[in-house]
C-alpha cells in the first residue's frame, strides 16, 4: 500500500501504516505506533519544523501585509493587530505539519537506504 508523504503530514500520521497517529501531544513524538506498533522514538526532526514554518512565514506574510496596506491603507495599530495573530495562529498549524513530514520523509529514505521494503514507490 503506497501513502503519500503530503498526506501523511497533513493528517500527522504513521509513515509505515498510515493510519496511527503519529503525535501523542502537540508537538510530542509517539515512542511506537499504536497500530502497527512501530518503533518511533529514533524518528527526529531536530529544528527543522520552526526553521521552515518560519521560512514559509517569511514568504506569506510580508506581501500579504504590503498588499493590506496599499488596498486598504490601515492605521499603523491595524497591522500590529493583525500580523502578529496571524503570523503565530498560522506556525501553530504548520509545526505539526511540517515535523510529520519531515518525519515520514526521515522514514521513507531510512528505509529506502536500508534496503528494505518501500511503501512509497
Known sequence: MTHSVWRLALRRLCPSCGQGKLFAGFLTVRARCPVCDLDL?????????????????????????????????PPWWAHVL??????????????PVIKS????????????????KNDYR
Open 82 to 95: 493583525i500580523w502578529p495573530p496571524m503570523s503565530m495562529l498560522l506556525l501553530w498549524w504548520l509545526l
Open 41 to 73: 522514538s529514533a524518528q527526529d526532526s531536530g529544528d527543522g519544523g520552526p526553521t521552515f514554518g518560519v521560512f514559509i512565514l517569511c514568504f506569506l506574510i510580508p506581501p500579504l501585509a504590503l498588499w493590506f496596506e496599499f488596498h486598504f491603507d
Open 101 to 116: 513530514w519531515l518525519i515520514a520523509e526521515q522514514y521513507r529514505r531510512t528505509v529506502w537506504q536500508a534496503g528494505g
